[in-house]
T-cell receptor, first 113, second 114 residues
């Protein structure tokens, strides 16, 4: 079955430190891949997406993600986190030519001063 | 554009009552999705529409749930009768099928059934 897995439920990081959030997918063929962020009480906002081509994708708010086909992964990174990055992050996948986005379970990020 | 608009933002209702959640998608988008978010189950796709037609309702939990999209600018999700286990945040999202910039989500409706 098609699935998206985010192995880390919670991550705590100090302000200014780097952040990496893991995402693995299980699909028959490489899907389209997305990262969303959800701030408390808000809807989900798209950070970045990968369809094909360059495996390092730049997004908004200083985030980037790297697609690795060999590892079926699409990890999200930020070199230096800000307190405002505290939120929940969701990885999602869409089968090519499909219309149904499948979400991972989310990773909640806490930022320490 | 004002984005995807959901109403109400918060709803508290008593068990057994009918609840109707509303969604106005982005103008020009032709796909609409209803999701439910809970701590236990995360984000679950309930149903989605293409061009106002329900395409996949396999995520609708049971017959108490129904969704309609009478036109391109409005959709409802109805729960009748409501139960405490329906308490969740319900999100609506819209997209332009085939134009993959991802979904645009509304701010959600937080439903509490007491």
């Amino acid at each position: 079955a098609q699935s998206v897995t985010q192995p880390d439920i919670h991550i705590t990081v100090s302000e200014g430190a780097s952040l990496e959030l893991r995402c693995n997918y299980s699909y028959g063929a490489t899907p389209y891949l997305f990262w969303y962020v959800q701030s408390p009480g808000q809807g989900l906002q798209l950070l970045l997406k990968y369809f094909s081509g360059d495996t390092l994708v730049q997004g908004i708010k200083g985030f980037e993600a790297e697609f690795k086909r060999s590892q079926s992964s699409f990890n999200l990174r930020k070199p230096s986190v800000h307190w405002s990055d505290a939120a929940e992050y969701f990885c999602a996948a869409l089968k090519a030519a499909g219309n149904k986005l499948t979400f991972g379970g989310g990773t909640r990020v806490l930022v320490k001063p | 554009d004002a984005g995807v608009i959901q109403s109400p933002r918060h709803e508290v209702t008593e068990m057994g009552q009918e609840v109707t959640l509303r969604c106005k998608p982005i103008s020009g988008h032709n796909s609409l999705f209803w999701y439910r978010q809970t701590m236990m189950r995360g984000l679950e796709l309930l149903i989605y529409f293409n061009n106002n037609v329900p395409i996949d309702d396999s995520g609708m939990p049971e017959d108490r749930f129904s969704a309609k999209m009478p036109n391109a600018s409005f959709s409802t999700l109805k729960i009748q009768p409501s139960e405490p286990r329906d308490s969740a945040v319900y999100f609506c999202a819209s997209s332009l099928a085939g134009d993959w910039y991802g979904y645009t989500f509304g701010s959600g409706t937080r439903l509490t059934v007491v």
